[in-house]
């Protein structure tokens, strides 16, 4: 069937308040051009991120019901723990209160100052997390990920020649190697099985741990499965087990792939970085067996959890994502492709080339998406990358200028993508209008979350 099939029934609703754009215009010069700083009420369809946004399932819900609110040792915990292990088979699970803790905790006890994470992609809280520990974020994708039309499926790899050469140039200058899957930063490609099984090989005869940001595994194992040779009668789950068997480690935001509002966790097969891990974990997150996290919570990912792998909900979401980036082509924007798995990136930087990247194209077209129709996306740019090189204390910027628009899991249906697609019509047809915006005030760290900034005039 052509029409996309939500595979649930909508039980509870919520209401969308409706403005003008006279008034989204008003909102956005109060809120210094920055969609961070819009209040969620002002509105229409966010796809600012899809972390901790997608709607929970009717199992969640009740699993929050018997949610073990116990300190130390909490059913909910053993609940969460049994799956966890029986998903990746890792030895140490170490539950976090999100994706970023997992990051900080991880990269604090391998310590990173002074030395090289690389990875096919860093996304933003963890190249900020190795910068503020005084490492270096270096980024190593194939080179077709810097090529938004390039159709190759497996853009979220990473460069195995030149890993090989840093592995045996440098090692002693690496902390670890990291690969993204799905690569957020590189418009959610996926990394294939192969990859993942070199990168692990070479890390491992080098002596160098490897590790997955596995946050996407599960949209990442689907993709494995349908583009993969020899991946398409295995199932996800068996899938997402080879992945992670292939790692010494993982972080993991339960916010994506967990399908939970909150949570995510740290995970290690080595006893005596464990140890480390769990001391700094008791420190600044909670008791090992929670980690800041609510005994319902634990519940709500152990159920997130089997149910991401489920194949009627995973060729749902691709499908959904698909739709939205071949509407978008037809409405004239390109995009990054082949469209990902939680997310569609428009290629701000050849859609307005008249914008050059230190007037911040992508942070223009959100704003323009904002304007026409109420949808707020998130730029990831030189405000989301540039800045000062700690490095080198030279002004960078980005790669790429995108446009990301991320869907919030089991939220919107088909009709809400088709009016999107009628504004990023709107959009396009203004094109010409759109002007660069400059930075008035920012941080040293993450600056576009709370970046003020203003319209250039000309």
Request: one cysteine or more; aromatic letters at 8%.
């Amino acid at each position: 069937m052509k029409t996309i099939f939500e595979p649930f029934r909508i039980k509870t609703v919520e209401p969308l308040r409706m403005t003008t754009r006279e008034e989204r215009i008003n909102l956005l010069e109060r809120a210094d051009w920055n969609l961070f700083r819009v209040a969620a009420d002002d509105i229409l369809i966010d796809l600012l991120t899809d972390s901790g946004t997608g709607a929970m399932s009717a199992e969640q819900w009740a699993a929050l019901n018997r949610g073990d609110e116990s300190y130390a040792g909490s059913r909910s915990w053993f609940r969460f723990e049994q799956r966890v292990h029986e998903l990746t088979g890792f030895k140490h699970i170490i539950p976090t209160h999100q994706g970023r803790a997992a990051e900080r905790i991880l990269f604090s006890c391998l310590g990173v100052a002074g030395k090289m994470v690389i990875n096919n992609t860093h996304f933003d809280t963890t190249r900020a997390n190795v910068e503020a520990l005084g490492g270096r974020a270096v980024d190593i994708p194939v080179p077709e990920a810097r090529i938004p039309s390039d159709e190759s499926p497996f853009k979220g790899n990473i460069d195995l020649g030149e890993l090989e050469r840093l592995l045996t140039t440098a090692p002693e200058q690496i902390a670890c190697v990291m690969i993204t899957v799905t690569n957020n930063s590189g418009g959610g490609q996926p990394a294939s099985l192969e990859n993942l099984r070199a990168a692990s090989e070479l890390c491992h005869r080098a002596g160098i741990p490897f590790y997955l940001d596995a946050c996407r595994f599960a949209e990442n194992a689907w993709f494995i499965k349908m583009r993969e040779p020899g991946c398409g009668d295995r199932t996800v789950e068996s899938i997402a087990r080879e992945m992670f068997s292939l790692a010494d480690g993982a972080t993991f935001s339960a916010k994506k792939d967990g399908l939970a509002n909150i949570g995510g966790f740290l995970a290690a097969h080595n006893d005596q970085l464990a140890r480390q891990e769990e001391e700094l974990l008791i420190l600044t997150e909670g008791f090992p067996t929670y980690g800041g996290l609510a005994g319902r919570d634990l519940e709500a990912i152990a159920v997130g959890l089997t149910e991401v792998v489920q194949e009627d909900y995973l060729r749902y979401r691709i499908a959904a994502t698909r739709y939205l980036g071949e509407g978008l082509m037809k409405a004239g924007m390109p995009i990054v492709r082949p469209p990902g798995g939680h997310a569609v990136y428009v290629d701000a930087g050849t859609f307005l080339p008249h914008i050059p990247p230190r007037e911040l194209p992508a942070q223009a077209l959100a704003c323009a998406f904002y304007v026409e129709g109420g949808v707020r996306g998130v730029e990831i740019g030189t405000l989301m990358f540039g800045g000062k090189d700690p490095a080198t204390g030279k002004e960078r910027v980005a790669p790429l200028e995108l446009l990301r628009l991320a869907i919030p899991r089991r939220v919107y249906t088909q009709s809400h993508v088709d009016y999107l697609l009628e504004v990023a019509a709107e959009v396009a047809a203004r094109r010409q209008e759109l002007r660069g915006l400059r930075i008035v005030e920012e941080s040293v760290h993450l600056r576009h979350f709370t970046a003020r900034l203003a319209p250039l005039v000309g």
